[in-house]
Each structure stands twice: as structure tokens, then as C-alpha cells.
């Protein structure tokens, strides 16, 4: 089944600890994004990777870092998680990145800091 | 700077009504795509439609029907009949084409929360 995964689905942490969302697709896809959902704020994106090693800012980009070593992988980092960064987050992948393909979304990953 | 405003915030109706969601959009481009995507309360983001700026035609898939005008930048939602099942939050998106190696990010708007009561 074509899907984009994320762990945890649910995480509570405290202001400072570092942790590790990861994200996954098995649709050999090139794009991939991570947005943020607040209420209110709809969705903005974090980052994005064109392809393996090709990264770079999306809109509120502060806080976070990424990764992209291999093709099907894309784990959003958080070094020092602050109260601000308490949201859903959502992982997307679509086959190019040229605004033209459907961007398929991982099902959020809830995150609370303390 | 591509925009997309959604002005109902909160739309309750009762089942069997029909609804329409709006949905208006600001782009300097003129190759750009439209997308409504449906947030259940379980919370994931499902695909509902992807419309091109070339393609001005209604969409209708079942219940669902989809209405595309570039002379208002508008790109409406109706659902026919609704059911429970409709309850959701919906968020309308624009991405403008980019060349190879440019972001086709997303711009979302701020959604709108549809509560079906039976």
C-alpha cells in the first residue's frame, strides 16, 4: 500500500530535550515537506528536500533541522523543543517537486512540550 | 506572494442540506493548481480534487462538486445532501508551477470547520 508513515503519532516532551520525528514513504517519491498545523494558521511548511541531500527552508523554519539521506526518508529534528513548538505535524511527499504532482500527506504527529 | 483566504471560519447545517465552501485565491502566476483536502476529526489530511489553471471545467464526483472561476479566483466546494460523515475541517491549497528545483510548497488557507447534525 502506497503511504507515508510518521512516529510517534503522539509525543509529550519537556522544553530542551531533543527528539526526532521520522517520516517515510515507500512511493520512491523526490519531494518532501514537513508542515506545521496551528489552529487558526492552517498549514505552514517547515522544510523541504527536493531529492537526497537537496534541502532547504520552508516558511518558519526556526527551531527545526532535516535530514535527507536516503530517497524514502525525511526526519524532522528538533535540537531544544520549546512550549511554541507544541502543534500537528504533518509529513508530505509527492513524485517531483514542481507544483504539479498531488502532495500525499503522513497521518500527523502530535506534539506537546512542556 | 500566492494567498489563499477562506472567509467562513465555522459552517453548521443540517443533514441533507447542501453546502458550498469558498474558497478565493491570489497568484501572480498563470500556470498554478488548486486542491481541497478534507482533516476528519481522526485528524489525517485527505486528497479530495486537484484542479489546474487551464482547466476552468466543474468537477462532480458523487456528492462533491467543484466550481473553478478565474475571473473571481474562486474556487468553490459544494457537497450535495450532506451526511455526519461530511463533519470535518476542509482546507483549500495553491501551489504555483515551479521550474525544476524550485519548492512547490503549498499555501493553505485557514480551513473551514463543517458540522453536519443529524
Known amino acids: 500500500e502506497a503511504q507515508v508513515t510518521q512516529n510517534p503519532r503522539y509525543l509529550i516532551t519537556v522544553t530542551g530535550k531533543k527528539l526526532t520525528v521520522t517520516c517515510s514513504q515507500n512511493m520512491n517519491h523526490e519531494y518532501m515537506s514537513w508542515y506545521r498545523q496551528d489552529p487558526g494558521l492552517g498549514l505552514r511548511q517547515i522544510y523541504y528536500s527536493m531529492n537526497v541531500e537537496v534541502t532547504d527552508k520552508g516558511d518558519v523554519p526556526e527551531g527545526y533541522k532535516v535530514s535527507r539521506k536516503e530517497k524514502r526518508n525525511f526526519p524532522l529534528i528538533l535540537e531544544s523543543p520549546s512550549p511554541n513548538q507544541t502543534s500537528l505535524y504533518f509529513c508530505a511527499s509527492s513524485l517531483f517537486g514542481v507544483g504539479t504532482d498531488t502532495q500525499y500527506f503522513g497521518p500527523g504527529t502530535r506534539l506537546t512540550v512542556l | 506572494a500566492q494567498k489563499v483566504t477562506q472567509a467562513q471560519t465555522e459552517i453548521s447545517v443540517v443533514e441533507k442540506e447542501d453546502v458550498t465552501l469558498d474558497c478565493v485565491y491570489e497568484?501572480?502566476?498563470?500556470?498554478?493548481?488548486l486542491f481541497w483536502y478534507k482533516q476528519p476529526p481522526s485528524g489525517e489530511l485527505v486528497f479530495l480534487i486537484r484542479r489546474n489553471s487551464f482547466d476552468e471545467q466543474n468537477e462532480i464526483s458523487g456528492r462533491y462538486s467543484w466550481n473553478f472561476q478565474k475571473s473571481t479566483s474562486s474556487f468553490n466546494f459544494t457537497i450535495t445532501a450532506s451526511q455526519v460523515v461530511d463533519s470535518a475541517v476542509y482546507f483549500c491549497?495553491?501551489?504555483?508551477?515551479?521550474?525544476?528545483?524550485?519548492?512547490?510548497?503549498?499555501?493553505f488557507g485557514k480551513g473551514i470547520t463543517l458540522s453536519v447534525r443529524p
Open positions: 491549497a495553491l501551489s504555483e508551477y515551479a521550474y525544476t528545483g524550485a519548492n512547490s510548497k503549498l499555501t
Open positions: 497568484t501572480r502566476d498563470t500556470t498554478y493548481y
